[in-house]
């Protein structure tokens, strides 16, 4: 694997490293040795998957306060995604910044989000699967959220979600800390 800071400090882009045969390719997609090597302190402890029929549908923007602050490592195993995480971390020098990328499944890469972090998609395209690894299980009660459109970020997004859950739309903005 590759491991690529962003311009927020603590979110890594994870690349595979194929090794590809006449059937296809076998690919490391998740080393806790080799996370730690890279200074990166993650266990997975819970794996959850996002099945999402429609393309442009949204999911986002999510995080858990502490004590129940979630780091998530997340990768597209079917069709693409455009990836979206906000800084939320009041002593960060990139304190409500947002960065976004591209993930898809061809690729087999992934983006490490760190807690205190907001994060959030929007499929690329129909029948796309989105794979979490979490450092703690969810919590009920204690998710998060803001709003996709929220002014005070002003994400750029791709295209104008055709599917955005109740809960999403519900979000207060404009965010306040």
Not at 3 to 14: A, K, L, M, R, W
Not at 76 to 89: E, K, M, Q, S
Not at 128 to 145: E, N
């Amino acid at each position: 694997m590759r491991f690529t800071p962003t311009e927020i400090p603590g979110v890594i882009e994870v690349a595979a490293e194929p090794r590809a045969d006449p059937r296809g390719f076998f690919a490391r997609v998740y080393c806790p040795q080799e996370f730690a090597a890279a200074g990166i302190s993650f266990m997975s402890t819970q794996i959850n998957l996002s099945r999402n029929e429609r393309m442009h549908t949204l999911r986002g923007m999510h995080w858990q306060d502490p004590p129940h602050a979630e780091a998530k490592l997340v990768r597209v195993t079917r069709g693409a995604i455009h990836d979206v995480v906000i800084d939320l971390r009041r002593e960060s020098p990139t304190f409500r910044r947002w960065i976004a990328r591209r993930l898809d499944a061809d690729r087999a890469d992934a983006l490490f989000i760190p807690e205190g972090c907001a994060h959030g998609f929007l499929t690329l395209e129909a029948d796309t699967d989105v794979l979490y690894h979490m450092s703690r299980p969810f919590v009920g009660g204690q998710a998060r959220g803001l709003r996709y459109d929220d002014p005070g970020f002003a994400v750029e997004w791709p295209a104008i979600p055709a599917v955005i859950g109740e809960a999403d739309l519900a979000w207060p903005s404009p965010w306040t800390p």
